[in-house]
């Protein structure tokens, strides 16, 4: 009896550890706190704007792609509006706590342009795909 009783005392301190370390948070493994309202954005080839909004406020722009191979802006200081973000044919501005506005130029060219802007909240990460058509063979 004595000796199932110890061998009970060594298994508590490896079920203690176990617990603790199974409810540990890894990192990048938060919840939505941004929670988007669009996360792709298209353009006809005339250009526009569109407002993307948020239910998160703590955001910020972390990394700006105009195309999938380049990187054109990183460590921006958008968190309370700040400048805007102008690119070769795009700017993009923190309009306020929860909006962002996206404005493109006209695409005169005959293929597509992409961007996407890559927004954090902590260890979370998100992101917002904007497509524009370009003039095509047909001029429209």
């Given amino acids: 009896m004595r000796k199932n009783i110890k061998h009970q005392f060594i298994w508590i301190p490896f079920f203690v550890l176990l617990l603790f370390n199974s409810c540990e948070t890894k990192d990048g493994d938060w919840d939505d706190n941004i929670k988007l309202s669009s996360r792709q954005v298209q353009f006809e ?33 958008t968190l309370n509006g700040g400048k805007p973000i102008d690119g070769e044919w795009y700017t993009i501005r923190r309009e306020n706590v929860t ?14 342009r992409q961007l ?25």
């Avoid at 526009?48 to 990394?63: M, R």
């Avoid at 996407?116 to 902590?122: A, D, R, T, Y």
């Fill in 45 to 77: 080839s005339k250009g526009g704007s569109a407002i993307v909004t948020t239910k998160g406020t703590g955001w910020w722009f972390s990394d700006i792609y105009p195309s999938a191979d380049s990187i054109q802006h990183t460590s921006f200081d």
């Fill in 116 to 140: 996407v802007i890559h927004l954090q909240n902590g260890d979370y990460f998100d992101r917002i795909q904007v497509e524009q058509k370009g003039l095509g063979i047909s001029g429209k």
């Fill in 99 to 112: 909006s962002i506005l996206i404005q493109v130029s006209e695409n005169k060219e005959g293929r597509p």
